[in-house]
């Protein structure tokens, strides 16, 4: 066994190194995310970052499920230019013009149509008999056909589908014109030997298949996602479906950067190259985290706060000496930079722009013009203000863009003194100002009650919870809050110095997300 070479393999695409497809399903399979949803400006700003970070597919959305679906996907199909915009269709002739209508626009688009085959699905999801689906297949690839020559078909369940039928599914999809063939472990139950030898039987078997490119799309319920999608590659899949930060149903779908990153650090066993720039991996993960407001877990792979630090001694030791001894692959290469102490109360509206562009950032004039007035905000609080204290003001005014609620002035008295905490809260809700009191079991509660005053909803509050962003007591507070209501749920995050104030800027945009939910059909109308 050789694993000596440890130091990182810089390739991108090279003539030896067969190429994978990335394939990102951030904006559909990971909104679907219980908690998760964007609204179009941030799905645009997401599909930006896919582009520039070099995403070779970005699947935008699922079309028929709301308007606004369709409105994202037909944005990002008009906008994006260099990485293929993909729309989500069922195995429906309505499904698909509704998709093909969404993609018109693109430079390059693609109609991805799924229909479920396993078995399982097929009796009880979709009560159909294999030869209807079979059927089903031919018809919607062929209608798809009719719109673009890009068209993918997918079997829904294909890892726990009767290999011979699965076998004549894709052989007939092929023949009806797809040109990628998607094999999805949609429940996450597949082993990755197991998966990587259904791959190769269907590369085997199916006499047609040199007419497509085998796809895999994997989910994470047994947290085998990525192995399942690399030992997919290793037997001849060259698309892999992901999402940033592994986003997406249940337990999320393989995380892009873990796939891009270990086909780039064991090229010496895995000659297959992505096209993917990972050193704009950290700005597309802390995007995604901001505008879902999915915190990332500190020992997540690639992206997590802990991913390149080292605490014990031995393994600070070992990196002095030489950072092979602990580090596989380094932090500049998925856009890790050291963290900095960064501007101060009297940097200038200038250096704070430069500073955004190196963190990533690409704001608008009104986005910066309000981002520069809270830092000088922050900056008249904080001694210190770090790169992470930036990232967390400029995350927070960026989700609130488009916001129908916002908080214009909070007060609150609590401590042991008063008998009762209360709240008084004013807020701009759609340009109109409202005020009131409330109170409460603490002062959370009292500021809480106060909004469900001003703005009465029956949403429940699933989740409250408490970060600084650095250390210190004159640290900002990141809240983040979870919200449901009628089986729909949403995170809202805040931040400032003062948690009270970050608490109810969480809450306030848990609520403008929920406005948006509510505009799409009821989750188990359409499911993928
Ligand atoms: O998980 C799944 O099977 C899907 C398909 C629609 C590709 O998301
Ligand atoms: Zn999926």
Redesign the pocket.
């Known amino acids: 066994m050789s694993i000596s070479n440890t130091t990182e393999n810089t390739d991108t695409v090279t003539a030896d190194h067969d190429h994978v497809i990335i394939f990102d ?1 951030t904006l ?2 990971g909104e ?1 995310s219980p908690g998760a949803s964007m609204n179009l400006e941030e799905k645009l700003r997401i599909a930006l970052v896919l582009e520039e970070m070099g995403v070779d597919v970005i699947e935008a959305g699922f079309p028929i499920a709301s308007d606004g679906d369709f409105e994202c996907v037909h944005q990002i199909a008009q906008t994006v230019k260099q990485s293929t915009v993909c729309g ?1 269709a069922r195995a429906t002739k309505g499904d698909i013009d509704r998709c093909a209508q969404a993609i018109k626009p693109a430079a390059s688009g693609r109609i ?1 149509t ?1 229909i479920a085959t396993s078995p399982l699905h097929m009796e009880y999801k979709l009560m159909m008999e294999p030869d209807a689906v079979y059927q089903a297949i031919i018809d919607s690839v062929s209608h798809a056909r009719n719109f673009t020559d890009d068209v993918e078909w ?1 079997c ?3 890892s726990r589908t009767d290999h011979d039928f699965l076998c004549r599914c894709v052989e007939a999809a092929i023949t009806a014109g797809a040109r990628t063939i ?1 094999i ?3 429940v996450g139950y597949a082993m990755p030997e197991e998966f990587g030898a259904l791959i190769a039987m269907v590369m085997n078997r199916v006499p047609n298949i040199d007419k497509a490119v085998i796809s895999v ?1 994997c ?1 994470n319920d047994l947290g085998l996602a990525v192995a399942n999608s690399l030992a997919a590659v290793s037997n001849g899949a060259r698309q892999v ?1 992901c999402t940033i930060n592994g986003l997406g ?1 249940r337990a999320g ?1 393989a995380a892009l950067e873990e796939i891009v990153m270990a086909l780039r650090t064991r090229s010496d066993l895995m000659p297959y190259a992505s096209r993917i720039k990972s050193e704009q991996i950290m700005r597309a993960s802390r995007l995604v985290s901001t505008v879902t407001g999915f915190s990332v877990q500190p020992n997540k792979a690639i992206v997590g706060a802990n991913a390149f630090a080292h605490e014990a001694g031995i393994h600070q030791d070992g990196m002095l000496k030489h950072s092979g001894t602990y580090e596989i692959m380094t932090p500049e290469s998925v856009g890790l930079n050291e963290s900095k102490l960064i501007l101060g109360k009297h940097s200038g509206r200038h250096a704070f722009s430069e500073k955004l562009k190196e963190l990533g950032y690409d704001l608008g004039d009104n986005a910066i013009h309000d981002a520069f007035k809270r830092f000088k905000d922050l900056a008249d609080i904080k001694k210190e203000v770090f790169d992470e204290d930036l990232i967390a003001l400029v995350d927070d005014e960026v989700v609130r863009a488009n916001d129908h609620i916002r908080l214009k002035t909070l007060e609150i008295i609590c401590g042991n003194v008063h008998a009762e905490p209360k709240a008084t809260l004013s807020l701009d809700i759609d340009g109109q100002d409202m005020s009131c009191s409330a109170t409460g079991d603490g002062p959370v509660d009292a500021a809480f009650n106060a909004i469900k005053q001003l703005f009465p909803h029956n949403a429940t509050l699933k989740l409250y919870q408490v970060h600084a962003v650095t250390g210190g007591t004159d640290a900002q507070a990141v809240v983040t809050v979870r919200l449901e209501e009628n089986g729909r749920s949403v995170i809202g995050q805040g931040a400032n110095t003062d948690t009270m104030v970050a608490s109810v800027r969480a809450y306030v945009n848990a609520l403008n997300r929920l406005l948006i939910k509510r505009e799409k059909k009821a989750p188990d109308v359409i499911s ?1």
């Open positions: 399903t559909r399979d679907q989500l991805h799924f997918s829904e369940d294909g998607n999805p472990d949609t799309h989910h479906e149903e779908n993928a």
